[in-house]
Structures are given as structure tokens and as C-alpha cells.
């Protein structure tokens, strides 16, 4: 006889995400407290053996829908939280960032970060580390937060022995992979390498892309005040050779573009390079209020949106955001929307978009059937968007 128990939710309403289905009035998941069993209407749901045989825990106003994933942090930053200028800018908030200790972190603060991000709802989280990868990736582990933990690449010179590009690791919940920097930053021959790594290995990669007008003048061979400021930072910029197209066009020359590059921020892109990250299937991550904080203005989110990306949203930083709620990226995003977006297109951003570019799709990104059992209450201040959803109170 089995012994397994199951535990059944029953929500106002639910989004499953499941691409085709509708929103769901009066829902219900059952789960055996790893995966789901059941995910659809109470009505139907609650005939389960399964439903019957457990008990039952309401949440009569919830609208539930699969736990989110922040596309982009950099937790290993978390301590510099109110500690640059704002809107001045890329070169002046990357002054203010490397006047202070960048790398200097505490295990105890970090792992705070992630509890809190779980109880928010947050299930998956894309983190860059450039110093310390495999501490964040054993931090996020322990907190039950499933992840990809990105070893950045920055600077010229290739890893050495130690610091592999993808370094060793088996970890419950996610794998370290890695990511490059930026295009100005890095070496090219690095970038690809780091690209080849993750191919080879099987995993997603990251690559801040077409953040700001100074990484597009940078590449069209300016000499501008940001060079200076790498220059200090020891980056042999007299040995960098300037493309002289737009940054989009030299990641795919680079054959940084694929359906398994995540290609984050997409602020300065026109629309040749929205072809190209169509054609090359690149996954893209919006940042909205990070790049509002330094002051670079804002990806043509609704362009994106209409050429039919695979796009995510991150928070970035503390560095460069008030909190790692990704919750208040899309609440911030949709308040600044010019186009139209259904509540399913919307959620799409912090579901199963991301769980698609990360590779994780078999697991998360939607209520269904044999998925990990997570989920999130989807706010206030996102549904309000949508007042026809029906939402009490
Ligand atoms: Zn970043």
C-alpha cells in the first residue's frame, strides 16, 4: 500500500502558463510535495483520488501562477545597495560602483538575499559572479532557490587553471555555467571560447549586449571618457580593435547568438538588430528599472515584443535597483507599457520564457503535471492591469 501523502491548494484563480489554456477561476494543484499531480479547475480537481486523500489549504484570494525566475542578478554585488549615483549615466554610476569594494560580499547577507527571494515566489534565479561563481552557486543550493550561477568572463586575459570556464560543481538545484562580460570589456577570442564551453557542456549562456551609447561608440571605435576608465582598470584597450558595427551584429559575427545565449539589457538596438537576434533565436533579458537607474533609457520593449523574442525580465543588481523583486521589474515595466500585453504575455516574462532560456522548461515555467512544485501569487499591482480578470477586493 502506498504511503505517499499529497496536498492539494485551492486558489481564486490560476494561470497554469500552459501555452493554449485559459485562465482558470476557482483552481486547485495537488502535489506530493516535489511535483505536481493535478494543476486545473477545483471542480475538476477535487474528484482526484489523490485530492481527496490529503488536505486541503485555501488561498481564496490568490491568483496563483508557476513560481518566477529573475533573468539577471548579480548577487555577489548585493552589499552595494544605495551605493551609486543614479541617472547620470554608465560612466558615472561605474565610477561609483569601483570607488567601493565590488567583490567584498558576506556569505551571511547573500544567502539572506535568497531566502528572501524564495518567499517572494521567486523559484529560478540567472546570477553572474565575477569573482566567486562556485561560493554563490553552493549559497543558492542551500537555499533551495534553483539556479544558473554564471562564471563571468571580463577583462583580456583567458581563466587560468583554477577558474575554469565552466568550473567543476554537482549542485541539487542548478549548475554553474558561464557568461561573458561585455563586448568592449572582453576579448573576443575569450567570448567565443566561454560560448564554446557552454555548448559543449550543454548549457546557457549570458552576455550583457547593446546596454548603453557608450558600449555602441566603443565598438564604432570612439574614443570616449568609459575607454579612460577601463584603461585604469588595467584593460588593454590600445589592443582592442573596434568593429565598427553595432554591438547585436558583432555578437552574432561572433557566434555569441543562439537559442542559448541570453542576451541582456538589448537597450541600444535598432531594428536590423532585432532581425538578427530573431533570426539567430537569442533569448533576451529586459532590465527596465536597472537601465533607468544609470540612466541609459529604456530597450524598445514593445518592438521586442512584436518581433516575437523569447524575452525575460531581470532586476540586475543592488548595484543598480532597489530590490531583486522581479515581481516589481514587471509591476514597473507594465506601468511604462505603450502596446498592448495579455496578463499571459506579461506573466510570460517571469515564467516560462525564462525557464526556456535557461533550460529548464522539463521542470519549471508552468503548472502542470509532473513539474516541480512551486508557485507564486501573482500581485496586486500586476493583476490591477487587468481588472476584467475578475480579481476580489
Ligand atoms: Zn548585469
Same mark, same amino acid.
Given at each position: 500500500m502506498s504511503t505517499k501523502q499529497f496536498f492539494t491548494l485551492r486558489a481564486a484563480g490560476m494561470l497554469t502558463m500552459v501555452p493554449g489554456q485559459e485562465p482558470i477561476h476557482d483552481a486547485a494543484i495537488v502535489h506530493d510535495g516535489r511535483f505536481i499531480v493535478h494543476a486545473g479547475p477545483w471542480s475538476r480537481v477535487r474528484a482526484t483520488p489523490e485530492a481527496q486523500s490529503g488536505p486541503v489549504t485555501r488561498m481564496d484570494d490568490a491568483?496563483?501562477?508557476?513560481?518566477?525566475?529573475?533573468?539577471?542578478?548579480?548577487?555577489?554585488?548585493?552589499?552595494?545597495?544605495?551605493?551609486?549615483?543614479?541617472?547620470?549615466?554608465?560612466?558615472?554610476?561605474?565610477?561609483?560602483?569601483?570607488?567601493?569594494?565590488?567583490?567584498?560580499?558576506?556569505?551571511?547577507?547573500?544567502?539572506?538575499?535568497?531566502?528572501?527571494?524564495?518567499?517572494?515566489?521567486?523559484?529560478?534565479?540567472?546570477?553572474?559572479?565575477?569573482?566567486?561563481?562556485?561560493?554563490?552557486?553552493? #549559497? $543558492?543550493?542551500?537555499?533551495?532557490?534553483? &539556479? %544558473?550561477?554564471?562564471? +563571468?568572463?571580463?577583462?583580456?586575459?583567458?581563466?587560468?587553471?583554477?577558474?575554469?570556464?565552466?568550473?567543476?560543481g554537482r549542485f541539487q538545484h542548478g549548475v554553474l555555467s558561464c557568461a561573458g562580460h561585455a563586448?568592449?570589456?572582453?576579448?573576443?577570442?575569450?567570448?567565443?571560447?566561454?560560448?564554446?564551453?557552454?555548448?559543449?557542456?550543454?548549457?546557457?549562456?549570458?552576455?550583457?549586449?547593446?546596454?548603453?551609447?557608450?558600449?555602441?561608440? #566603443? $565598438?564604432?571605435?570612439?574614443?570616449?571618457? &568609459? %575607454?579612460?576608465?577601463? +584603461?585604469?582598470?588595467?584593460?588593454?584597450?590600445?589592443?582592442?580593435?573596434?568593429?565598427?558595427?553595432?554591438?547585436?551584429?558583432?555578437a552574432a559575427d561572433l557566434g555569441l547568438l543562439d537559442e542559448h545565449t541570453l542576451a541582456v539589457h538589448c537597450v541600444t538596438v535598432d531594428q536590423e538588430d532585432i532581425r538578427l537576434l530573431v533570426e539567430t533565436r537569442t533569448n533576451v533579458c529586459l532590465c527596465p528599472r536597472s537601465n533607468a537607474h544609470i540612466g541609459e533609457g529604456r530597450a524598445p520593449w514593445e518592438r521586442l515584443m512584436r518581433a516575437g523574442l523569447n524575452i525575460c525580465l531581470g532586476t540586475d543588481g543592488l548595484g543598480s535597483n532597489q530590490d531583486l523583486n522581479v515581481w516589481n521589474e514587471l509591476a514597473w515595466l507594465l506601468e511604462r507599457y505603450e502596446d498592448e500585453l495579455s496578463l499571459e504575455q506579461a506573466l510570460a516574462l517571469v515564467t516560462r520564457n525564462p525557464a526556456r532560456a535557461m533550460g529548464v522548461s522539463a521542470s519549471l515555467g508552468t503548472l502542470e503535471p509532473g513539474k516541480i512544485a512551486r508557485w507564486s501569487a501573482v500581485p496586486r499591482d500586476v493583476l490591477r492591469h487587468w481588472p476584467a480578470f475578475g480579481v476580489n477586493g
Open positions: 491568483i496563483l501562477c508557476p513560481g518566477v525566475f529573475n533573468a539577471h542578478t548579480h548577487l555577489e554585488m548585493s552589499h552595494m545597495l544605495g551605493k551609486t549615483v543614479q541617472g547620470q549615466g554608465f560612466t558615472a554610476w561605474m565610477k561609483s560602483l569601483v570607488a567601493n569594494p565590488m567583490y567584498s560580499m558576506s556569505d551571511q547577507d547573500v544567502a539572506a538575499h535568497c531566502r528572501r527571494l524564495r518567499r517572494l515566489g521567486t523559484v529560478h534565479v540567472a546570477d553572474i559572479s565575477t569573482k566567486q561563481a562556485p561560493r554563490l552557486a553552493g #549559497i $543558492l543550493d542551500d537555499s533551495g532557490v534553483f &539556479f %544558473v550561477a554564471f562564471n +563571468e568572463m571580463i577583462f583580456f586575459d583567458p581563466p587560468d587553471q583554477d577558474t575554469k570556464f565552466v568550473p567543476a563586448l568592449y570589456s572582453t576579448h573576443p577570442h575569450i567570448l567565443q571560447q566561454a560560448k564554446a564551453s557552454c555548448a559543449r557542456h550543454g548549457l546557457p549562456h549570458s552576455l550583457h549586449l547593446a546596454e548603453n551609447e557608450e558600449e555602441s561608440r #566603443i $565598438l564604432m571605435g570612439e574614443k570616449i571618457e &568609459f %575607454v579612460e576608465l577601463l +584603461e585604469r582598470a588595467n584593460i588593454p584597450m590600445h589592443r582592442f580593435v573596434p568593429p565598427r558595427v553595432s554591438p547585436v551584429r558583432r
